[in-house]
């Protein structure tokens, strides 16, 4: 017992110089908190972003930091738990004084942040494709709006391969509906019938996929073109592909375009079976740039050899960059100053262009469509002719389209309504 | 060189010999020009073309080229040759002999999902007449489900001298998948329409639905509907099995899943948390056994599984005999407390693993043997899923015959009927705690070589795994390996029949209530114990 | 009047009274400190501290509902993060409504989810949340129904031990799973967020905060009264008698479903509470509260703190989550370790948690029967659970 009585004192003194620790920080460096789920289920996701995180940094701080001044991570542990997350930007944003925040992955650990950042007016660089139906002064979208990944790969499909019946499959919450329930609007929009489109929902880790599998089978058998598009979340991917190859559903056949399916995800898989299936995001590691060359060589030099990259990394990597550049020309970390400047900063991505701040805060990327290879990369079948800008509230449901967003004084508002000429959220 | 030359014309009338020819032929010179013109086919419409070009020459020659390009193996090399890269070595694509070496970096011929469908219909064509039925086969099962009306006369022609009964009718069925639509005789169409409705699964229904959507005879669309209802009646029959099969592979997944925890949990009475965890590490130890193959020896890819099942028990079980001695020897006559020391471990190992492996999912391939699917009448049955059945069969028989026909299960059943008892006739009970403990925790562990098959192999594995185990110990009645079997196959069958219906998140909330109610009507579960031993 | 003689009851046990004291000062000593003190001095409790100490409280509050039905009637709830999160849900709506047309589409009536989705109209659940009395009635009473009718169907059935454990565990996954469903009109996976005011003040302002957290501790307190008077009254000593032995109470003509049944619906309705007051200081409620990890959480703190002791689960609570709060930032990639040690070390070596240990080093321990109520959970302690014929 006495043993146990020495520990138990122990955690006491520490909880003690818990809030020591949150208040004595030095001031010669300039803090950039990384808020990345590195336990619980997303880990799996976001672990590799914190990773890339450290590894701008490290870079920057070689080429001499920012404003003179070294940078540094400040890695926290939201656990996959959603309150904790705002909790963790608390304390990164009051107690450490962090001067940005890159993270989260999920929608939820975004909303559940959103307020923090508000209140305490700090900024937050949000890597990750989402539903969008969002524009908030501290948040910068560097991830695709529904615009800039689902409707021109649904073009895509039906253009190129001629699709007339479709599957939207996807996990039960807020992206998949969102984007499913813009893509069944646009969908008609563009002549298909009811009947034609078939709508599913799964739960979160859904591992037996047998009958919605066999399910799109027999929908493909009505004697028109199908296609899949899977807005399914990642963990449930692997045995979904695994029984689509199982069962011999052939992307020849019946092409699965998917949204949350990247290289990292393909890693979990022996992708011979999957060939030709699709993905669409704004960025693929086979895009052959020089830059996307060097990235991937850093990468492959600070993380391992056998490490792949993604989009929401290059998402990362085109944030950091917007904001070392909006830092550097506002000559200070301070959240408003760097806010305004933000907007118009335009830094080179990883496909061979420039991606620009629009003043709805989200960015202008291309949007790639690629074919799943035996070697578990995409190729670039089909892209955007041009940069495609994100936006924030969708045209293709009605309570959003008439909704704005522009941070540029004077409107400085996120979701202006040009229907009633008033900025939503003040009341009225 | 000319030798060489001689050679390699020889072999192609050898070539031309064993596919004979099929109208419009052209010689092996013709075919490679044209193959080289996809040297300068950089857009997708201009290897289109060359495909196009290869088809209209007619020449089996152009088979392997093909199957290249659709592999992604056709390589354009910097001086403008076209080659065929597999494996490390160079083969040019028309006589498939080692080409010269290359200086540079190869360029592939980009493909895409239209343009392999494209290949596969030329393919199928040039290969109607091939030596081997199975190719025959695959290249009619192709026509029929493109029907594209360019094949008839080569289809004709290989019908005519077809010998093989079963291709002969694919022929005749593809033949008429084509004069469906390419003729305009409603004689000729009802008769096809009979021969596709005869057919009567998947595909054919496909060809059908698509005529029935657009016949522009009300008669035929009229048959043509007829033979879409009778189809349908019929693949609807073959459903029900396939939901009951469907239903079963679930079940003997929550089986696996479970039975391990039906040891620890059932007859030990310890609520082991850390359950899953012993699965999530029997995956990896798949993942490690087949990583350790692939490096070191690539043939032996087909048995890893089994090479891996022994290490996985192995692992998980001597993980597990830790566990008992290090900590929950110590919490007998607290079973409560073992659910915190056991979260507490599931915690550690969880962590350990994502620090040693990576957060990421991990590749565990599948053997050839557990790959793809074969067809029982219109009933699909996956290779994977059915190995599966078969070895949680083949676990519980071992189970059972472990727990009542040795010395070793006869001493764990007497040490958890009469603990005291036991150990007066001499059984060192802590020893077989012990053992009970390891070899619960080591069945998790195999339970995970067959789950790295189906599912993510990533340190979340046990959790998403723990609560439907439970659920189907509880529903089964704690301490039966019986009850584990039939409440496992009971859940998977009844979530397989819910789920057309309500779908699978409804479905599985439906389950959940399902359980809590049947809890109600028998507080212990489908197979409780009775007398003395439940109080 | 009947009322404070009966949490008057409460009041019997020093260590009550001392822990009440501590509660009630911790509840006005941090506003103090975060208010009115200097943010320079040494004595200032930051901003960010004031929500995360009150969402130790409310954990504590669930912990301690746990340890009611836990600790005093053997009932191992691996569900009560379910009540938990219907209380918060109850909260969240009001909250919801609450922000009115200041959403981001300016839709007085639909919150922002449900607009963006096409919901035509307010589901008929969501009426009378408007209402803050209602909300708090049903803050209440959403817990409360579903464990009355849970609990009157579970211990009329005579489930007991692990049985109940699972299919509380059940009970909280269907709803984790049902809450996850866009269709149920709850928000999905987001869940409800964004609030704004609650009674017309800003949930933002250190005031509003300050308060909130003073309204956390009172009610702690409060629940500390209420479960030491259950404990300390007569139905309390047959409640141990339940726990030590059911089927004899039930032979000597007690209803032993009708008793535990009380103080299930009794602790149901507290961790409803605690969910109530945890939803504005955090921010946001959300499935993820349903899941079974959290729940078994909650018996993790309960353990560690020390169950049967009322006080100890709320140490436990507090001292677990500020471990976990400190972890996960000076640990990021190692705290699960450290967490994972330390529920297996108090197993091992704080059997009675840190109360026992506490209660061991003032000397003070009393020969309590701490040993029988195992028993009745684990048939036959020396004996695991048989698996006979």
């Not at chain 1, 003194?13 to 803090?31: N, P, V, W």
């Not at chain 1, 996701?45 to 001044?69: A, F, H």
Request: with cysteine.
């Amino acid at each position: 017992m006495k043993f146990g009585r020495r520990t138990v004192l122990g955690a006491a003194t520490a909880l003690a110089t818990m809030s020591l620790a949150f208040a004595a920080q030095a001031q010669e460096t300039i803090k950039v908190g990384i808020l990345h789920s590195l336990s619980g289920t997303m880990a799996i996701s976001e672990t590799t972003l914190k990773d890339v995180m450290l590894m701008l940094i490290e870079e920057q701080n070689k080429k001499g930091g920012v404003l003179g001044k070294q940078l540094e991570a400040v890695v926290v542990d939201p656990a996959s738990d959603w309150p904790l997350f705002a909790e963790k930007a608390r304390e990164l944003i009051a107690g450490n004084d962090v001067s940005a925040v890159f993270g989260c992955w999920t929608s939820v650990s975004r909303k559940s942040v959103l307020p923090v950042f508000e209140e305490l007016n700090s900024i937050l660089f949000y890597p990750v494709q989402y539903e969008g139906e969002e524009s908030q002064r501290n948040v910068f979208y560097t991830g695709a709006a529904p615009n800039q990944q689902a409707i021109p790969a649904v073009d895509y499909l039906m253009n190129e391969e001629g699709v007339e019946r479709w599957v939207l499959a996807g996990t039960d919450y807020v992206y998949p509906r969102t984007t499913n329930k813009i893509l069944e609007a646009y969908l008609k929009a563009k002549g298909v019938a009811e009947e034609d489109i078939m709508i599913n929902y799964t739960p979160f880790g859904h591992s037996d996929w047998q009958t919605i599998v066999s399910d799109i089978k027999a929908f493909g058998a009505a004697g028109k073109k199908t296609a899949v598009v899977s807005t399914i979340n990642g963990d449930a991917n692997v045995p979904f592909y695994k029984e689509l190859g199982n069962q011999g559903v052939a992307a020849t056949d019946i092409p699965v375009v998917a949204f949350s399916v990247g290289e990292e995800e393909l890693a979990g898989l022996d992708t011979e079976p999957l060939i030709g299936h699709l993905a669409a995001w704004n960025y693929f590691m086979s895009a052959d740039t020089d830059a996307n060359a060097e990235f991937i060589e850093a990468w492959k030099a600070f993380a391992g050899e056998d490490r792949v990259t993604n989009d929401p990394m290059e998402a990362h990597y085109i944030g950091f960059n917007m904001w070392v550049k909006a830092v550097e020309a506002a000559g200070t970390t301070d959240p408003d100053a760097v806010i305004d400047s933000l907007i118009g900063v335009a830094v080179p991505n990883l496909t061979g262009g420039y991606s620009a701040m629009m003043p709805n805060h989200h960015i202008t990327k291309p949007v790639l469509v690629g074919e799943i290879q035996g070697d578990g990369q995409f190729e670039t079948v089909w892209e955007t002719p041009g940069l495609v800008a994100g936006d924030a509230w969708s045209d293709h449901l009605p309570e959003s389209a008439p909704l704005i967003s522009d941070w540029r004084a004077p409107m400085s508002c996120g979701n202006f309504n040009t229907e009633t000429g008033k900025c939503g959220g003040q009341g009225s | 060189m000319p030798l060489l030359r001689r050679l390699v014309l020889l072999t192609f009338a050898a070539l031309a010999l064993a596919f004979p020819a099929t109208g419009a032929r052209a010689d092996a010179a013709e075919i490679s020009a044209i193959v080289d013109r996809f040297a300068t086919a950089s857009k997708f419409p201009q290897v289109e073309a060359v495909i196009e070009a290869l088809g209209a020459a007619g020449d089996p020659l152009a088979v392997p080229a093909l199957r290249a390009l659709e592999a992604g193996e056709l390589q354009v090399a910097p001086d403008g040759r076209v080659v065929i890269e597999r494996g490390d070595a160079l083969l040019d694509p028309v006589t498939l002999e080692a080409a010269a070496p290359v200086e540079g970096r190869l360029k592939k011929v980009r493909t895409k999902n239209s343009i392999r469908r494209m290949i596969g219909d030329v393919i199928s064509g040039l290969t109607l007449r091939a030596p081997e039925p199975a190719i025959r086969m695959t290249a009619a099962e192709t026509i029929f489900a493109s029907a594209d009306a360019a094949q008839l006369d080569a289809l004709e022609a290989a019908l005519a001298e077809e010998t093989d009964a079963g291709v002969k009718s694919r022929m005749e069925e593809a033949r008429a998948a084509i004069l469906l639509t390419a003729s305009d005789d409603p004689a000729v169409q009802m008769a096809a329409i009979d021969i596709i409705a005869d057919r009567g699964d998947q595909q054919a229904l496909a060809v059908l639905a698509t005529y029935a959507n657009q016949a522009s005879n009300a008669d035929v669309q009229a048959a043509a509907r007829e033979g879409v209802a009778e189809i349908e009646s019929t693949l609807a029959m073959w459903q029900a099995g396939q939901n009951i099969w469907y239903g079963v592979s679930l079940g003997s997944v929550l089986f696996l899943a479970a039975i391990g925890l039906a040891i620890t949990f059932g007859v030990m009475g310890v609520i082991n948390m850390a359950h899953g965890e012993m699965v999530m590490l029997g995956a990896y130890t798949t993942f490690v056994v087949q990583e350790t193959i692939r490096n070191s020896f690539p043939g032996a890819f087909e048995f890893s599984l089994l090479i891996a099942l022994p290490l996985a028990f192995l692992v998980s079980g001597l993980v597990g005999l830790v566990m008992e001695r290090g900590i929950i020897r110590h919490l007998y006559g607290r079973p409560l407390e073992t659910l915190l020391a056991t979260w507490g471990v599931s915690l550690i190992l969880q962590q350990a693993v994502r620090t040693i492996f990576g957060p990421n999912n991990r590749e565990v391939g599948n053997p050839d043997w557990m790959s793809g699917a074969f067809m029982i009448g219109e009933m699909s049955v996956t290779w994977s899923r059915l190995w599966i059945v078969v070895f949680a069969l083949c676990v519980f028989g071992a189970l059972l015959f472990a727990m009542n026909r040795t010395p070793l299960g006869l001493q764990m059943r007497a040490v958890t009927q009469n603990r005291r008892m036991a150990s007066a006739m001499g059984i060192r009970t802590p020893w077989v705690d012990a053992l009970t403990f390891a070899l619960g925790s080591g069945i998790a562990g195999i339970a995970g070589v067959a789950l790295s098959q189906i599912d993510n192999v990533s340190p979340n594995l046990g959790r998403t795994y723990i609560i439907d185990s439970f659920m189907v110990v509880v529903f089964g009645g704690v301490g039966n390996l019986w009850g584990t079997l039939v409440g496992g196959l009971t859940l998977g069958v009844v979530n397989k029949f819910l789920e057309p219906y309500a779908g699978a998140v409804l479905g599985k909330i439906l389950i959940l209530v399902f359980i809590i109610l049947f809890i109600q009507r028998r507080p212990r579960g489908l197979f409780a114990l009775k007398g003395r031993a439940v109080e | 009047m009947l009322f404070t003689r009966f949490l008057a009851g409460g009041l019997k046990s020093p260590v009550i009274i001392g822990a009440l004291v501590v509660i009630l000062a911790i509840g006005v000593i941090v506003p103090v400190l975060n208010l009115a003190v200097a943010p320079g001095s040494a004595f200032h409790i930051p901003d960010h501290m004031v929500p995360l100490f009150g969402k130790y409280l409310c954990y504590a509050m669930a912990a301690l509902a746990l340890d009611l039905v836990w600790g005093y009637c053997g009932i191992l709830s691996l569900g009560h993060g379910a009540f938990f999160a219907l209380g918060g849900y109850a909260m969240g709506m009001h909250l919801m409504r609450e922000i009115g047309d200041r959403g981001v589409y300016g839709n007085a009536v639909l919150p922002d989810f449900m607009v963006f989705l096409n919901w035509k109209e307010l589901p008929w659940f969501w009426h009378g949340f408007d209402s803050f009395v209602f909300a708090c009635i049903m803050v209440a009473a959403a817990p409360g129904i579903l464990a009355f009718v849970f609990g009157w169907f579970a211990f009329r059935s005579r489930v007991t031990g692990v049985y109940l454990s699972i299919i509380t565990q059940a009970m909280t996954y269907a709803l984790l799973l049902a809450f996850f469903r866009n269709d149920m009109g709850f928000g999905g996976n987001n869940g409800l967020t964004d609030f704004k005011d609650v009674l017309g003040f800003d949930l933002q302002s250190g005031r509003v905060r300050s308060t909130l957290f003073f309204l956390t501790a009172f009610f702690l307190a409060l629940n500390l009264l209420i479960a030491a008077a259950i404990v300390g009254s007569k139905y309390g000593k047959i409640l141990r008698a339940v726990r030590d032995a059911e089927p004899r109470t039930r032979f000597l003509g007690y209803r032993p479903d009708k008793i535990k049944l009380f103080a299930w619906t009794v602790s149901a309705i507290m961790a409803g509470v605690a969910g109530a007051l945890y939803v504005p200081q955090v921010g946001i409620i959300n499935p993820g509260e349903f899941a079974p990890a959290n729940s078994i959480e909650m018996v993790v703190w309960t353990a560690v703190g020390g169950r049967g002791t009322l006080v100890g689960p709320i140490g436990g609570a507090i001292l677990v989550n500020a471990a976990k709060s400190w972890f996960t930032g000076v640990l990021p990639e190692y705290w699960l370790f450290a967490l994972g040690a330390l529920f297996i070390f108090t197993t091992l070596y704080l059997p009675d948690g840190v109360a026992g240990l506490i209660r061991k080093m003032v000397g003070k321990a009393r020969s309590k029967p701490r040993g029988k109520d195992e028993e009745t959970e684990a048939p036959a302690a020396d004996a695991p659970a048989g698996a006979a014929e």
